[in-house]
């Protein structure tokens, strides 16, 4: 009985949770390619977990650890909040809307470059 239940005390309940199981090649293709880096400016304790957490949950579905950027380019996730990317609002996003809590995900041209904003 002991043997049986071994593997489900292996993962801790993160793991449980947020298991980021390596994808097929031809998702990891897709992935990679809205993926290559991560832009996040911001310094708060929420910032840096969504960033730490999203660069975990990519390197484990694809492989590969997305570059740490400056500033968007081809292919990168950008997080941010107005106040910690000014240029946030000069994007076709609206905003106003979203209260305090609230957020959007879009995938658009920033500069010439397709960046996934969130």
Same mark, same amino acid.
């Given at each position: !009985? +002991? &043997?049986?239940?071994? @593997?489900?005390?292996?993962?801790?309940?993160?793991?449980?949770?947020? #298991?980021?199981?390596? +994808?097929?090649? @031809?998702?990891?293709?897709?992935?990679?390619?809205?993926? #290559?880096?991560?832009?996040?400016?911001?310094?708060?304790?929420?910032? /840096?977990?969504? %960033?730490?957490? +999203?660069?975990?949950?990519?390197?484990?579905?694809?492989?590969?650890?997305?570059?740490?950027?400056?500033?968007?380019?081809?292919?990168?996730?950008?997080?941010?909040?107005?106040?910690?990317? @000014?240029? +946030?609002?000069? !994007?076709? &996003?609206? &905003?106003?809307? &979203?209260?305090?809590?609230?957020?959007?995900? #879009?995938? !658009?041209?920033?500069?010439?470059? %397709?960046?996934? /904003?969130?």
């Amino acid at each position: !009985l +002991l &043997l049986l239940s071994a @593997p489900a005390m292996a993962e801790d309940g993160y793991a449980l949770w947020l #298991r980021y199981q390596k +994808l097929d090649q @031809p998702s990891i293709s897709a992935v990679s390619g809205h993926a #290559r880096a991560i832009v996040a400016p911001g310094q708060s304790a929420m910032a /840096v977990a969504a %960033r730490d957490e +999203l660069t975990r949950g990519i390197t484990g579905m694809t492989g590969q650890a997305p570059a740490k950027a400056e500033a968007p380019t081809d292919g990168a996730i950008w997080i941010a909040t107005p106040s910690e990317a @000014p240029a +946030l609002a000069k !994007l076709p &996003l609206n &905003l106003s809307k &979203l209260g305090d809590e609230g957020y959007v995900i #879009r995938t !658009l041209q920033v500069d010439g470059k %397709r960046v996934t /904003v969130i």
